[in-house]
Nanobody, 123 residues
Framework: VQLQASGGGLVRPGGSLRLTCVASGFSLRYRAVGWFRQAPGKEREGVSCISGSDGKTYDKDPAKGRFTVSRDDDKNTVYLQMNSLKPEDTAVYYC?????????????????WGQGTLVTVSS
């Protein structure tokens, strides 16, 4: 059972990145998947999640209007498209899968975690 997050990197303010989360050893179908981030010296915080039942998404305040989470269950993959990036978006981004189709965007709601991918927004 593994989640692999990728797509991080260095981007200038105002730029975009697309993060990818691929599951292996289990199916993401019918599971809620969340994106979280952790900046240096800060607690891990929720960013966005997508339901495993109807594909509805929920964005926390930092993501609203800028980030979009989507999924392709045939590819066992979830994406996080991040636009208009700001220096305060700099963090390690993690994807996580819940046991159920719906889960709140808090770390305790998710069972399986990827290793994280670093996003650095800097000029």
């Amino acid at each position: 059972v593994q989640l692999q997050a990728s797509g991080g990197g260095l981007v200038r303010p105002g730029g975009s990145l697309r993060l990818t989360c691929v599951a292996s050893g289990f199916s993401l179908r019918y599971r809620a998947v969340g994106w979280f981030r952790q900046a240096p010296g800060k607690e891990r915080e929720g960013v966005s999640c997508i339901s495993g039942s109807d594909g509805k998404t929920y964005d926390k305040d930092p993501a609203k209007g800028r980030f979009t989470v989507s999924r392709d269950d045939d590819k066992n993959t979830v994406y996080l498209q991040m636009n208009s990036l700001k220096p305060e978006d700099t963090a390690v981004y993690y994807c996580a899968a819940a046991l159920s189709s719906m889960a709140p965007v808090v770390p305790s709601g998710y069972r399986y975690w990827g290793q994280g991918t670093l996003v650095t927004v800097s000029s």
